[in-house]
């Protein structure tokens, strides 16, 4: 008895939210969708590729890229280290 209740409740939740769906009103200005008739002439695209590895190589990089790239990693590998002293057992004082 309690699966035929579920199931006619689901079924006239169902009905009720199709019918919602279904008395949307079409709006009558948009066109249906087709394929473009006219074709544009667009001009052939030119595609470059960069390979940024290259801007921190340390004989042909940028130089002010290089320097700026080895004084973060400095001051990240000092911040780790003082990091470090700090995750062991607590001291008494």
Known sequence: MKISRAMA?????????????????????????TAPTQSAN????????????????????????VAAAKKVEGGISTSTNGAADHTGSRSTR
Do not use: C, H, M, Y
Request: proline share 8%.
């Open 42 to 65: 667009l001009p052939e695209a030119k595609i470059a590729l960069v390979d940024t590895d290259e801007f921190l190589n340390e004989k042909n990089g940028i130089v002010r890229l």
């Open 9 to 33: 409740a689901i079924v006239f939740f169902a009905a009720v939210s199709a019918s919602s769906v279904f008395a949307q009103p079409k709006p009558a200005g948009t066109p249906l969708l």
